[in-house]
């Protein structure tokens, strides 16, 4: 197969190719499942095999973020594979990320620097989701905005 016959790569949609911002915050909401995740099977497992306080309380709390985790995730992939659903999720995470870093930055303790990451991902990530080149390419209209121009 010559080089003009290799099909195109699977970034390249209707619309181009798929923007970087669409392609850093797919990532940045992937890192943010991926913590949330890793935190909750580490909390199961300190629950299940450590010596918790309240037991069923370590083990509700990390089977929690193992399922909070599936958002992100699963809005990573959309945002991947250039559909407009995606983004929703996307953006719902990152307000919900907010408080969170905020509470954090409020410990007097190593919390400080995660609730600094924290915040700088969520930040960061809702500007490159509300960016027009990340709409355009999710095919997400403004307000008052038709699909097809009226013919005239």
């Known amino acids: 197969m010559s080089a003009e016959q ?25 890192l943010e499942g991926l913590a949330l995740a890793v935190g909750g099977v580490w909390m199961l497992v300190l629950g299940l ?27 990573a992939r959309g945002l ?8 929703g999720p996307a953006v719902i995470t990152q307000i919900m990320a907010l408080p969170v870093a905020y509470n954090l930055l409020q410990a007097d303790s190593v919390a400080i620097p995660a609730g600094i990451a924290l915040a700088v991902v969520a930040v960061a990530s809702l500007v490159l989701l509300v960016n027009p080149a990340t709409t355009q390419a999710l095919g997400i209209r403004g307000p008052g905005r038709r699909t097809e121009e009226p013919k005239g």
């Open 6 to 30: 290799t099909p195109a790569p699977e970034t390249d949609g209707p619309d181009g190719p798929r923007p970087r911002r669409l392609t850093y915050a797919a990532v940045l909401v992937a």
């Open 49 to 75: 095999t450590g010596d918790p306080d309240d037991r069923q309380q370590a083990v509700t709390g990390g089977v929690t973020l193992v399922v909070l985790a599936l958002l992100p995730l699963l809005a």
């Open 80 to 87: 991947l594979g250039r559909r407009g659903w995606s983004r």
